[in-house]
């Protein structure tokens, strides 16, 4: 809950027994029968246990929606809905960190965007594992993680294993193969084939039950595991409150062992604890309590919840800003604390909240919301190729962190259209077409191949971009069309921030910034988003907004109807057709 909002609300009028200081959570259906745990007595498994029970009634009622003997039901993760506003920043709950030294490398689990962010001492990002929520190996691009937690590098196998805290496994990251697969629990399809034709059965679900069953029955179940502790032939795995500790086989993936309660656990791994307490000590007061007054704390352990949010990396101490939404270091020698500034942020690729998987498509088409539209404009043309540009004008207080990368653009054309061409992100002029469009244009060549006396006929419609000083973004693809409508889909994933030299009537005002960056993240047609909650989010960061980086998202739908192909003189050739479009586009 501490991830999205800063406090639970509960209004009830039922009366609860007295509560104490601590935490404690109260579980009921419709408010009766209603059990509460205090944070000390607390099993995670049995609430798990019962809040499954109470799910199961939920389950049998909605399983008769999908019932095709070939269709796959769509793997959606709901998130909280404030988290359609929040995930626009760059970094979402920055969770834990681990480094690999040797390799000079961090770890970042970005907990609240489901994946891992690999970076350098200087910030730059160079790779990225996950793809979008869910539970799912594979390569990096589309591998799947749910709020990733703790992680440990590996250097004689050059892995990086991870808590995946949320589906409840522990999973290894080949960085050499870039491959992510599950360590733990193993099922027998993690050990069939990962070819083309596996992915496409499963995707469609022809994969039996049989396949997904465990293989372990009594084994251990793992339940929202958290941290992370590589011992001599084990890995030690712990629970976020520090009351359960699974003994895992390094060499065998199996749980050997389980201890329950505080207590035992804190004796279990007091030697790794203390390493890491005597590190958070060393951070400034201010900052330390800030983070400390946002996590999880213990009677007995104060800094329960930074335990893995802190490493070693050179000369500095990192810390993951869970309330700043960033990365902290602090120079052990000067003292002096600062952020990373993340730079080549085209490796994150297009956020998974702006376009559709595969697995996705459906809950569109059963009605799940679809976000804004930044601009839709329709136009009539005759068939064959189209230049499209769109010139966008962002924010005119913001300002690009960095050049669009053509990795953060998707386009698809849909209907008519076909033959989209890669994305360029670049005002040059220079043509990016892949090989594969090159040879559909070849045989387009051969087939409407007209005589020289043949003129070119340029659509009426089209309009050519002459200003060599317009300093505005620009995308380009190109499309082939076809008699009929068609559709053309651009989304885009623009990395801004305030720009500093904005006149503002207050030049250092946090609060303003705040509710700028606010509207900013806003969706138009989001009635019940809350600016001024989220600006109070932003505030607890006690940094200067200015220097926060956050996502503007682009959608832009481009209707095209092309009419019949115009005849050439002798009445059996087709006429070639090229047309241009520039789209103003602004974001303001």
Request: proline share 4%; aromatic share 10%.
């Amino acid at each position: 809950m501490e991830e999205y909002i800063s406090f639970p609300v509960l209004f009830s009028n039922k009366n609860f027994s007295k509560l104490t200081e601590e935490a404690c959570f109260i579980l009921s259906k419709d408010f009766k029968n209603s059990l509460v745990f205090h944070e000390k007595d607390l099993d995670i498994a049995m609430l798990n246990k019962a809040i499954e029970e109470l799910s199961v009634q939920y389950h049998v009622n909605n399983i008769a929606l999908h019932k095709s003997s070939w269709s796959k039901e769509a793997e959606i993760i709901k998130e909280p809905h404030f988290c359609t506003v929040l995930q626009n920043l760059l970094l979402y709950f920055p969770a834990c960190i681990s480094t690999d030294e040797s390799g000079k490398r961090l770890f970042l689990s970005d907990r609240n965007h489901h994946r891992i962010i690999i970076f350098d001492g200087d910030g730059t990002i160079l790779d990225c594992i996950g793809s979008c929520p869910g539970f799912e190996d594979g390569e990096f691009e589309s591998a799947k993680l749910l709020r990733p937690s703790a992680s440990f590098y590996h250097e004689t196998e050059d892995c990086l294993y991870i808590v995946d805290s949320e589906n409840h496994a522990i999973r290894r990251a080949d960085l050499d193969r870039r491959v992510l697969e599950t360590v733990y629990p193993t099922s027998s399809i993690h050990k069939k084939s990962t070819g083309l034709w596996t992915w496409i059965r499963n995707k469609l679900g022809f994969t039996s039950d049989d396949d997904v069953k465990f293989e372990e029955h009594d084994s251990p179940s793992l339940t929202c595991p958290w941290h992370l502790i590589k011992t001599e032939d084990n890995f030690l795995i712990i629970s976020r409150s520090f009351e359960t500790l699974w003994v895992m086989d390094f060499e065998l993936g199996e749980i050997k062992e389980v201890v329950k309660g505080f207590p035992n656990t804190l004796e279990f791994c007091r030697h790794f604890i203390l390493e890491k307490v005597s590190l958070l000590k060393k951070m400034p007061d201010y900052l330390l309590q800030h983070q400390r007054d946002a996590n999880l704390a213990r009677e007995g352990l104060p800094y329960a919840g930074l335990i893995s949010c802190i490493t070693t990396f050179e000369n500095h101490i990192i810390m993951c800003d869970t309330v700043g939404q960033g990365v902290l270091k602090l120079n052990r020698e000067s003292g002096i604390s600062s952020s990373f500034q993340f730079s080549n942020l085209g490796m994150l690729g297009l956020p998974y909240w702006l376009s559709f998987p595969l697995e996705s498509f459906y809950a569109v088409a059963t009605g799940l919301s679809v976000r804004q539209t930044d601009h839709i404009q329709q136009f009539s043309l005759l068939p064959g190729r189209v230049d499209i540009r769109l010139n966008i004008d962002i924010p005119t207080d913001t300002e690009l962190v960095e050049p669009l990368h053509e990795s953060c653009i998707w386009c698809q054309a849909r209907g008519a259209a076909t033959e989209l061409s890669a994305v360029e992100n670049v005002a040059g002029s220079s043509e990016k077409v892949g090989v594969a469009q090159q040879w559909y244009d070849e045989l387009d060549n051969l087939a409407f191949w007209a005589p020289e006396s043949e003129l070119v006929v340029e659509d009426e419609n089209a309009t050519m971009d002459t200003n060599p000083e317009d300093k505005r973004m620009h995308i380009d693809c190109v499309v082939n069309t076809s008699p009929g409508t068609s559709e053309v889909i651009i989304y885009a994933a623009l990395y801004l921030k305030l720009r500093r030299n904005h006149v503002l009537q207050d030049d250092n005002d946090q609060e303003k910034f705040a509710a700028r960056i606010a509207n900013i993240l806003n969706p138009k047609e989001n009635e019940s988003f809350d600016g001024k909650s989220c600006t109070k989010f932003l505030l607890k960061s006690n940094r200067d907004l200015r220097d926060l980086f956050f996502i503007k998202p682009l959608h832009v739908r481009i209707k095209l109807n092309s009419q019949d192909h115009p005849k050439a003189d002798n009445s059996k050739d087709i006429v070639l057709t090229d047309s241009s479009l520039n789209i103003d586009v602004s974001l303001n």
